[in-house]
């Protein structure tokens, strides 16, 4: 799996306290076990819960259809 995402708003989303992790940590998520549900169907979003590290995070992604399978987060 790709995974393509913004690496300004993954520095911010890093240096904000309330959330203090970036995109490149949350794909952990998807090393475990986790939990899967669609947000919405148009557009097609999905929410991912579960570990990266020692805390539970949740993550809202799309599936974009490409010459090879990706994920971009929003």
Do not use: C
């Amino acid at each position: 799996m790709r995974f393509e995402f913004d690496v300004g708003k993954s520095r911010r989303l890093r240096k904000n306290p309330k959330r203090g992790i970036g995109f490149e940590e949350a794909q952990e998520i998807f090393s475990h076990p986790y939990y899967l549900d669609r947000r919405t169907d148009v557009p097609e979003q999905w929410r991912a819960i579960g570990w990266v590290w020692d805390a539970m995070y949740s993550l809202i992604f799309e599936i974009r259809e490409t010459k090879t399978a990706s994920i971009t987060t929003s």
